[in-house]
């Protein structure tokens, strides 16, 4: 079975700086999707970013980028120039590729950005 | 309409009733899926819809929890004997395809409390 572990429950950092979230996952299967979603106070879901397994390169987003390390089974997400916006809960969430289409979530990591 | 919408936002209810909670998808969307988010947990997958296959019911923790969809359009997650172990968010998403290949839209989730 998959499991997705976010070793972060909450993270402050002050605006404008940069902010890395860590992520780790455990699979024996070697395609995949990996995700960040971001749960503002709204509770809405949204994607932040999308990474295949089979792609080397780093996926970006504008301020938003992996750092992604397919062998240590490691999918960090950094956050660049932070605004307080960028506040909210963050879920690393992984997927296997053309299989039962069942996103698995990690805990979160709730981020706080201070003004 | 323009997003997935789930409704009731909120729902208090005593324990033993029953509850309903529906998610209107993105029309078109042939995916949709109901996950439950306990306070400062991750999303649990719990039921998915997939145009008109068998769903996926793996995810489901009880046999008082049960959903429907009517072909491609509404779904109806319902709980029923309520318990207090029973209160979360429950969020719906749906994609235009499967989640393999295609963006997961969330909704803003129903919040669902029982006394």
């Known amino acids: 079975a998959q499991t997705v572990t976010q070793s972060q429950p909450e993270m402050s950092v002050q605006e404008a700086e940069t902010v890395t979230l860590s992520c780790t996952y455990d699979?024996?299967?070697?395609?995949?999707?990996l995700f960040w979603y971001k749960q503002p106070p709204s509770r809405q879901m949204i994607l932040v970013i999308r990474?295949?397994?089979?792609?080397?390169q780093n996926a970006t987003e504008n301020r938003f980028s992996v750092n992604f390390q397919k062998a240590a089974k490691s999918f960090s997400l950094k956050i660049s120039d932070s605004q307080l916006g960028d506040t909210a809960m963050y879920f690393c969430?992984?997927?296997?590729?053309?299989?039962?289409?069942?996103?698995?979530f990690g805990k979160g990591t709730r981020l706080h950005i201070l003004p | 309409g323009a997003g997935v919408s789930q409704s009731p936002s909120n729902k208090v209810t005593e324990k033993g009733k029953d509850v309903e909670l529906r998610c209107d998808p993105i029309?078109?969307?042939?995916?949709l899926y109901w996950y439950r988010q306990r306070l400062g947990q991750g999303l649990e997958f719990l039921i998915y819809?997939?145009?008109?296959?068998?769903?996926?019911k793996s995810g489901l923790p009880s046999d008082r929890f049960s959903a429907e969809r009517t072909g491609e359009s509404v779904s109806t997650l319902t709980i029923q004997r309520t318990q207090q172990e029973d209160s979360a968010v429950y969020l719906c998403?749906?994609?235009?395809?499967?989640?393999?290949?295609?963006?997961?839209?969330f909704g803003s989730g129903t919040q669902l409390s029982v006394l």
């Open positions: 699979t024996s299967e070697s395609n995949y999707y």
């Open positions: 969430a992984f997927l296997l590729m053309n299989r039962d289409d069942k996103i698995i």
């Open positions: 029309s078109g969307h042939t995916a």
């Open positions: 990474q295949e397994a089979y792609k080397q």
């Open positions: 819809f997939q145009g008109n296959s068998a769903p996926d």
């Open positions: 998403a749906s994609s235009l395809a499967s989640a393999t290949n295609e963006k997961l839209f």
